[in-house]
């Protein structure tokens, strides 16, 4: 699996499991997985962040904000502009505050740093959908500066419009791994009528229907499955594609 980008550019490993975690620290040099080999140019600056844990409560953000600092140059109006926002001061200890705020602040200092490529390790789950909104857009003004970005999640569904690639896992099995544009050309689900012993879900199976839309094929106890949630008078073509691609997840 080739997992090159260039600048600018964003790779999402979806996976409910720790292969996309293990594959993001290789790629920071933390750690190494059997067979897998992650190549990064030389004098590429890399930082690796995952869910902030075990940090004493009784710090400060003032004692976090140094600790980016010292690692190098920090765009420091960025991070006082959020917390400003947010009506914490440097001197609030973290147990005054909630685990989403401190995962986004840690993002954001984050953000604040002149790297090259940033890797995000699950940390943009712990966010709730309001901390999302605020920080996607640094994401994207990032990027627009050229860094690039690893990126593993559980729930990739917010960054789908980010990302430029995507690869989707199940256990040790690749599900999908293509341009996200690739993804976004699903349109419509169809029933296979003459293909047997189709897997669950199969995204590498395109359809074309009639009107030239490419197909997400999905078996009957699928299309079963989602009409118990979605409804039993819903017509295949209306399912959402999402709606299906989470499974893939599950």
């Given amino acids: 699996m080739n997992l090159e980008i260039s600048k600018g550019e964003m790779l999402v490993l979806a996976d409910r499991g720790d292969l996309a975690s293990g594959i993001l620290k290789c790629a920071a040099e933390l750690g190494s997985i059997e067979g897998l080999k992650v190549k990064s140019g030389k004098g590429v600056r890399k930082l690796y ?26 765009d420091e109006a960025l991070f006082f502009h959020e917390i400003s926002h947010l009506g914490v001061s440097m001197k609030t200890p973290l ?24 890797i995000l390790d699950s940390i943009i789950d712990t966010m709730g959908s309001a901390f999302k909104e605020r920080f996607l857009p640094l994401i994207k003004e990032k990027k627009e500066s050229a860094s690039g970005f ?87 073509q209306d399912i959402p594609v999402e709606e299906v691609v989470k499974r893939l997840l599950v």
Avoid at 49 to 73: A, C, H, S, T, V
Avoid at 216 to 236: F, M, Q, R, S, Y
Wanted: charged share 25%.
């Fill in 49 to 74: 962040l995952k869910n902030p844990e075990d940090l004493n409560p009784k710090w400060n953000l003032e004692k976090i904000f140094k600790f980016f600092r010292r690692m190098g140059k920090l």
């Fill in 95 to 118: 147990e005054e505050l909630s685990d989403e705020m401190i995962a986004f602040l840690y993002g954001v200092l984050g953000m604040a740093m002149k790297i090259d490529l940033l």
């Fill in 150 to 236: 690893f990126v593993s999640s559980t729930n990739p569904f917010s960054l789908l419009k980010l990302c430029d690639r995507l690869v989707i896992f199940k256990g040790r099995k690749v599900l999908f791994n293509g341009p996200i544009d690739l993804l976004s050309n699903f349109r419509q689900i169809s029933l296979p009528t003459d293909v047997k012993g189709l897997e669950r879900f199969r995204l590498f199976s395109i359809n074309r229907t009639h009107l030239g839309i490419n197909a997400l094929v999905a078996d009957e106890p699928t299309i079963h499955a989602l009409k118990v949630e979605l409804g039993e008078n819903i017509n295949v």
